[in-house]
């Protein structure tokens, strides 16, 4: 329970406490400023309090936005500031500074002029008038204090009218806008994809409102559009042409699920920590289960396709890998700036050069209209060779412009941000040992993506041209186990070397494709698509822990897994043992199962459990 203190007496007829109640705050009233302290200190420690002005006028949004929002310690609108319970000490403290500092003068000594002194003096204002503005502000001032959250009120009201005729003003104000227009307009991402905005958001923001009105939470919606994916790839696993249209339809409808629970926590500040990760992880379960069944689907009408679909899921992977080590290298640099990022800005004031851009690059609600469209009216193959070459292109754009700007800018990377690479590399014991031993070494500054590089060029060229069976894909795994030891020796603090981590993803997970599809081993295709799939999980895991603030995965569980480079010597050790026979493909298997029950289910001990701040993903994701 939330509870909000009405720092004086209620203003009659206003609908202040009844707002407040609706928003799940037990609404408590305090006379004076001393009142406020005691209340404030009988709310339990672990519960949010706020303060509000008896005298606010405002929408109830308003007031939604500035007391309910789970993801800010602290936050304040004109007459009302609230904290969580992070903030609660800062929060007394500023109680007391602002009351102290509202507290009239001492009286004047008698004997000096006090008719003059009378004649001057005015009415000191009560402590408690203003206390909740008096506070925010005190809070900005504590060096102390979590950071006082703002929002963005735009056309909505929120005012602490000074007389009579200011609050009729103000109710005017209020009563001029549509507040649920405005709530509903702001359920939707700021930035997004044309496909989404302009055919799923114009109307599965009515949907997250109806969701809404019946208690429905994100996790629910977002569970239902797993759920209905997962029947899409079922019917695409039929192998007929119904079956295939069913899934488009249901893959579309899957996607409208998925917008509409990032809506519905937007338009309900439903943020959780939990949701966000269900929110990413389920979209990445939720189309490579669809490669699956389509896959599935297209071996029953007699075409193997297993490894276009292996190659989709490593080609988008491996997309997403570049952008988020691009995003961690450069969002907390110094001097980040250049001129390609320039140009890139004065082309967003051109409007439809934004679109193009945002959709050429393949962005989710793109790729899955295209799947969905393509599954639907042909056949497995050709949805998996137009998508391979629609992202092909999308990854060379995406990544050409980012070595530009990494190219043209003078920025000084941070060791957090040199950390942050070094987790998402994914190194292992035998990695990280070699690394130790070559810090020494005097490598120049941009040594880093070229043996990287260098490392995955070697692995994969040699699985592809070595003979089947033989020992060189092994030897070429030793190879490049030294050469990404040497990349990552350094801090990973270079203009480039954001390129390592997608590099030695590359590297993995093809080395995988390429050594299953030569194998000739029975089903060893399927088991190399589910291998990747649980080492890409953990991939993901990674990124979404560095994201929420929480840091990669615990150091044993990087250790168990392997890293890339044990990995890969495992693999490529299984293929010259049992290319060619069904070992490969149980070794392919049991390794997948083995990785896939440990980091999943340390990944969802850390989730359900985590203590990280709520967040959401407000600016969509590029891919």
């Keep these: 329970m939330s509870t909000a203190i009405l720092t004086g007496p209620p203003v009659a007829g206003a609908p ?25 200190a009988a709310v339990p420690a672990g519960e949010r309090v706020a303060l509000v002005d008896p005298r606010f006028v405002g929408h109830l949004h308003s007031l939604r936005l500035a007391l309910t929002d789970p993801r800010f310690p602290a936050a304040a609108v004109p ?33 000096r002029g006090t008719a003059e002194a009378g004649a001057d003096a005015t009415a000191p204002e009560p402590e408690s008038d203003g206390l909740p503005d008096r506070v925010a502000a005190a809070l900005d001032a504590d060096a102390g204090a979590p950071a006082v959250h703002r929002p963005e009120l735009g056309v909505l009201v929120a005012a602490v009218p000074a007389d009579e005729a200011a609050r009729e003003e103000a109710r005017r104000a209020v009563a001029a806008v ?83 629970d990032g809506q519905l926590a937007r338009y309900a500040l439903r943020y959780s920590t939990l949701g966000a990760w269900l929110d990413a992880t389920f979209d990445r379960a939720k189309e490579y289960a669809y490669y699956a069944g389509l896959a599935l689907g297209a071996a029953r009408g007699g075409d193997d396709v297993w490894a276009l679909a292996l190659g989709a899921m490593v080609l988008q992977t491996c997309r997403h890998v570049v952008d988020f080590a691009f995003n961690e290298a450069n969002h907390d640099a110094t001097g980040n700036t250049s001129p390609t990022a320039a140009l890139s800005g004065k082309l967003d004031s ?79 014991p035998l990695a990280e040992g070699l690394a130790a031993a070559f810090r020494k070494l005097r490598l120049p500054r941009s040594a880093a993506p070229v043996l990287a590089l260098l490392g995955a060029s070697v692995l994969v060229v040699t699985a592809l041209r070595a003979p089947v069976g033989g020992p060189w894909p092994l030897v070429a795994a030793l190879g490049y186990a030294v050469l990404a030891a040497l990349a990552v020796a350094r801090p990973l603090k270079g203009a480039l070397d954001w390129l390592v981590p997608p590099l030695f993803r590359a590297a993995e997970y093809t080395v995988i494709l390429v050594l299953a599809a030569r194998s000739g081993a029975n089903d060893a295709l399927p088991a190399a698509f589910g291998l990747v799939a649980a080492v890409a999980y953990h991939h993901y895991d990674t990124v979404y822990r560095i994201r929420g603030g929480t840091g990669a995965p615990p150091h044993w569980l990087v250790r168990l897994a392997g890293g890339h480079e044990g990995r890969v010597l495992v693999i490529t050790a299984a293929a010259a043992l049992w ?45």
């Design 16 to 40: 202040l406490e009844g707002d407040l109640r609706s928003l799940g705050f037990d609404v408590r009233v305090a006379a004076d400023a001393a009142g406020v302290e005691t209340a404030l």
């Design 79 to 111: 007459g009302a500031v609230t904290a969580q319970p992070a903030a609660r000490a800062a929060l007394a403290r500023a109680v007391t500074a602002a009351t102290a500092a509202a507290r009239p003068a001492a009286p004047v000594a008698a004997g």
């Design 178 to 260: 549509d507040e649920e227009a405005v709530r509903l307009r702001s359920a939707v991402k700021s930035r997004d994809g044309f496909f989404t905005t302009f055919f799923i958001s114009p109307y599965s923001r009515y949907l997250a409102r109806w969701c809404a009105r019946r208690g429905l939470t994100p996790n629910q919606v977002t569970t239902a559009s797993l759920l209905t994916a997962l029947v899409a790839a079922a019917c695409a696993a039929t192998g007929t042409r119904g079956g295939f249209v069913a899934a488009g339809v249901l893959l579309i409808a899957s996607f409208v699920l998925d917008c509409t």
């Design 350 to 428: 051109v409007g439809w050069t934004v679109w193009v851009r945002r959709m050429i690059v393949l962005p989710i609600g793109e790729r899955w209209a295209l799947i969905a469209l393509l599954t639907a009216l042909t056949t497995p193959r050709t949805t998996f060779t137009v998508l391979l070459a629609g992202c092909a292109f999308a990854a060379c754009y995406t990544t050409a412009g980012r070595v530009l700007r990494s190219l043209t800018r003078r920025a000084e990377r941070t060791d957090r941000a040199a950390r942050a690479l070094a987790d998402l590399a994914d190194s292992g």
């Design 579 to 623: 290319a060619g026979s069904q070992g490969f493909t149980i070794a392919l298997t049991a390794l997948a199962g083995a990785l896939a029950l440990t980091v999943l289910a340390e990944s969802v001990r850390f989730w359900v459990s985590s203590q990280a701040p709520a967040v959401h993903d407000e600016t969509g994701e590029p891919a």
